[in-house]
T-cell receptor
């Protein structure tokens, strides 16, 4: 699995956009970028994933650079409840790929949303 | 639709004992993965079960073993507990190769 690099911590003002970067310079062609977040030692919560195109859902947007070596998770209007540890991971998604289920987590980015 | 459930929520064991943790996957999911998360660190992959077989394993000793049942639920067993096994144990379910959904975890304390 490709490794990812994320800043240890970030702050964001409530109501502003939170932009969380992730570097994955050794990503392989069949590997997707996944984002999870974890609040107060609960189980990680799936946010979004993508391969090469930008993706958006009700929680966030994911911007992946054209060379796929980095990505940014965007929380458009951060709230205090978005304070959490955010993890960026890369892994294959192809069926029958034995690495598909293994998610390698780093230490993530602790996002603190301030009033 | 129930999500991933784990039991028990908390557990205290003594060094040398054995423990069994349980996981019920999200409805419709057939794959279960187990993770160990030490305090202040990201989750570490233990192993994954699909079709009742261990399909992939992380860097954990043989003291860690598991099982998947025909209804896709799973157990994680840890033998000869060490103090260092104290952690949050997370179960994640998915369809094979799909997005993983995590349970709330079991907090294991070894004294």
């Amino acid at each position: 699995d490709a490794k990812t690099t994320q800043p240890t911590s970030m702050d964001c003002a409530e109501g502003r956009a939170a932009n969380l970067p992730c570097n994955h310079s050794t990503i392989s062609g069949n590997e997707y970028v996944y984002w999870y977040r974890q609040i107060h030692s609960q189980g990680p919560q799936y946010i979004i994933h993508g391969l090469k195109n930008n993706e958006t859902n009700e929680m966030a947007s994911l911007i992946i650079t054209e060379d796929r070596k980095s990505s940014t998770l965007i929380l458009p209007h951060a709230t205090l409840r978005d304070t959490a540890v955010y993890y960026c991971i890369v892994r294959p998604r192809l069926i029958y790929n034995t690495n598909a289920g293994k998610s390698t987590f780093g230490d993530g980015t602790t996002l603190t949303v301030k009033p | 639709d129930a999500g991933v459930t784990q039991s028990p929520t908390h557990l205290i064991k003594t060094r040398g004992q054995q423990v069994t943790l349980r996981c019920s996957p999200k409805s419709g999911h057939d794959t279960v993965s187990w993770y160990q998360q030490a305090l202040g660190q990201g989750p570490q992959f233990i192993f994954q079960y699909y079709e009742e077989e261990e399909r992939q394993r992380g860097n954990f000793p043989d003291r860690f073993s598991g099982h998947q049942f025909p209804n896709y639920s799973s157990e994680l067993n840890v033998n000869a507990l060490l103090l260092g096994d104290s952690a949050l144990y997370l179960c994640a379910s998915s369809l094979w190769s799909g997005e993983q959904y995590f349970g709330p975890g079991t907090r294991l304390t070894v004294t």
